[in-house]
């Protein structure tokens, strides 16, 4: 079955926690985009905000910087179930191998510009594949329609991994993902602009 994970980037800050906790019932993982300005141009969330939220729901991060080695240590102490390293990162090979010593579950994050075979020497220390589906860096983007034939090829490659989507992922694409093989669903504004989260969350399951 698939799993929803909101994007909390899409909740508002000065209340996060009580955006958690409002969806965490339906929700089978919080997803928090750690961006450094460098990597992507927009600073978001550090380790100590991660941890803030430990326990609510299991904790998907997806760090968006230039060097995810050096920070390893401080997400696997900050509570983190899994942790997404980008291809277009410095030392993802090694990054992945650091996550996977922690007993975390690796992922490896690809943005729509890469081309696909990108991973393929790297993606045997990974346990999950994050196609994102916008370029990353900010919520509220629309999704690429490229993405519904890459998650379908990574699937039929790699049958044993967690495909997971990130980026302008809504009611409207929910089922073209589920049906192309998606495992978790990440979604940001889809989930926090709606008038009733929980229940959106629950169509996107269903659908
Ligand atoms: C984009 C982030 C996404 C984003 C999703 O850089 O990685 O997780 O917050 O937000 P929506 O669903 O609004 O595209
Ligand atoms: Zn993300």
Avoid: W
Avoid at 46 to 69: E, R
Avoid at 83 to 92: L, Q
Avoid at 103 to 129: F, H, L, Q, R, W
């Amino acid at each position: 079955m698939v799993e929803i994970a909101p994007s909390m980037l899409g909740a508002d800050f000065g209340s996060m926690r009580k955006d958690a906790e409002s969806v965490a019932s339906e929700s089978g993982y919080l997803h928090m985009d750690v961006m450094d300005g460098h990597f992507v141009p927009n600073l978001t969330m550090g380790s100590d905000l991660v941890k803030s939220l430990k326990g609510i729901a299991p904790l998907d991060v997806h760090l968006m910087i230039t060097n995810p080695c050096d920070f390893i240590d401080d997400f696997a102490e900050a509570g983190a179930e899994i942790i997404s390293v980008h291809i277009e990162a410095k030392d993802s090979e090694k990054a992945l191998r650091l996550i996977r010593k922690k007993g975390i579950k690796s992922g490896i994050a690809i943005n729509p510009s890469t081309p696909e075979e990108a991973i393929y020497p790297i993606v045997e220390n990974a346990d999950m594949i994050v196609v994102m589906s916008v370029e990353p860096g900010y919520c509220g983007q629309s999704f690429h329609e490229s993405s519904v034939q890459r998650v379908k090829n990574y699937k039929e490659k790699y049958p044993n991994k967690l495909i997971e989507v990130d980026g302008g992922v809504s009611i409207k694409n929910s089922k073209q993902l589920i049906d192309a093989g998606a495992d978790i669903l990440v979604a940001g504004s889809a989930i926090f602009n709606s008038d009733n989260p929980l229940l959106t969350i629950q169509t996107m399951k269903e659908s």
